[in-house]
DNA sequence: TCAAAAGTGTTAAGTTTACACCCATGA
DNA sequence: TCATGGGTGTAAACTTAACACTTTTGA
């Protein structure tokens, strides 16, 4: 059956990975430093070819897990990158996605393997290719999508200081938030709530610890920050 | 300089189409009732394969323009469709765009040619493969984006009454909007201004005419409806 | 003369912003 | 005892939403 489309050319077909994490304060992007051609010794983002046997969306999956030994990260796609000379080396037509991963749990050993480092948002160096406005992109999108969806916790540890979110939404927006404010919308949210575990590593006082709850959120699909 | 990639598998790459056009204060979108395999005799977006020596948004305007002769078109990228069975035939990944276009122009031989019709989008019919969901991924983000850019003009003639603008933003909503509010809106935008120009087609007491000004925009990109 | 669309302001409700002090504790 | 981060409420400014009548004119 494939006498309808053999007329037509094919293209290597790529994905990217904007890797997020949050650290000190600042959102954090895992990087390569390039052991290998094209582009060797430059900085680029995780990436890797879609394979007949996958999903384009499952590349990503396997090409993030590749990369930290994670699955089930929260990713989302930004879009298709398909300038005819965006690769230096032959034609690829790449899909870029971001993920979202609690910077704490990764495999260091495959990072470390792959020659990648976490890199502050506001550090970053040159990228290869097109892979800056893949960033460019994602970091928009994530804003955007963080104000109104609930995906900003999958940065965080599950239990988090309501200080610790706080700072999250500060990286996100990159803009500061007024503190009884924040935690007057937090207040309002249901699927936030209050834990009886305190956490004393981050004041000598102690701060109540939050969790989000999923099952809240579905039944009452509200989120604004 | 292919050595990195060869080992990769190559893909059939296409674009679709969701062209929206606004008539009879409703969207309607340009879909082909299928006279080709695959899947003859059923409704589909207009699509088509990506060549070598166009980039995918080139690729999109081509085909755009193949069905309707219109260029510079507005469009905006939805993203990546890539299932491995999405298309029933081969495997083909598919990069979806929407088209805002006015309703009244364009060529009316190419679209019967290609037995295409306009179709009230309350009044879709089932479409092929994936094509609903790009349909409705399309319509959120052109909903989204169009509260917060201009690209609504796009879908009107050049000039335009305030009730024209109106009804289209009361299809783009799917909801009604107050006519006082919505006034006092427009009359805080620069970019939207009155011309001396009277419309009598309307109403027999006759409607000013508006526009769109780009250059009020660029210098004060300020847009809220 | 009347039907049909154009045009026009005010008020109440709700949301957002700005802002400062006391608390608990470990060092 | 004091430095550090945790925790709390109110009032003003602004934005949004609700609402009804007069005007013009061609049929």
Redesign the interface.
């Known amino acids: 059956?494939?006498s309808?489309?053999s007329i037509?050319?094919?293209?290597?077909?790529a994905v990217d990975c904007i890797i997020f994490g949050f650290s000190e304060k600042d959102l954090n992007l895992l990087l390569l430093k390039r052991t290998?051609?094209?582009a060797k010794g430059e900085w680029s983002l995780m990436g890797g070819?879609?394979?007949?046997?996958?999903?384009?969306?499952d590349?990503a999956k396997r090409v993030l897990a590749e990369l930290t030994g994670l699955e089930n990260v929260y990713m989302a796609?930004v879009?298709?990158?398909?300038?005819?000379h965006r690769d230096t080396?032959?034609?690829?037509?790449s899909?870029a996605y971001y993920a979202l991963l609690n910077i704490n749990e990764y495999d260091r050993n495959l990072v470390q393997q792959h020659n990648a480092f976490w890199v502050n948002i506001h550090e970053l160096p040159s990228l290869i290719f097109d892979h800056q406005a893949m960033v460019e992109q994602a970091r928009a999108q994530m804003q955007q999508k963080a104000s109104i969806e609930p995906i900003g916790f999958n940065l965080l540890p599950k239990l988090f200081t309501l200080s610790q979110l706080q700072s999250l939404y500060e990286a996100i927006y990159d803009e500061p938030i007024d503190k009884r404010n924040f935690r007057k919308r937090i207040a309002d949210m249901d699927c936030i709530e209050k834990t009886d575990k305190i956490d004393k590593t981050g004041s000598k006082r102690g701060a109540a610890l939050y969790q989000f709850n999923e099952k809240a959120y579905k039944q009452a699909p509200i989120f604004k920050l």
């Open positions: 059956m494939d309808y489309y037509n050319p094919k293209f290597y077909v290998f051609e094209p070819f879609v394979q007949e046997n996958e999903s384009v969306d590349a796609q879009g298709a990158f398909g300038s005819i080396g032959e034609r690829v037509i899909v």
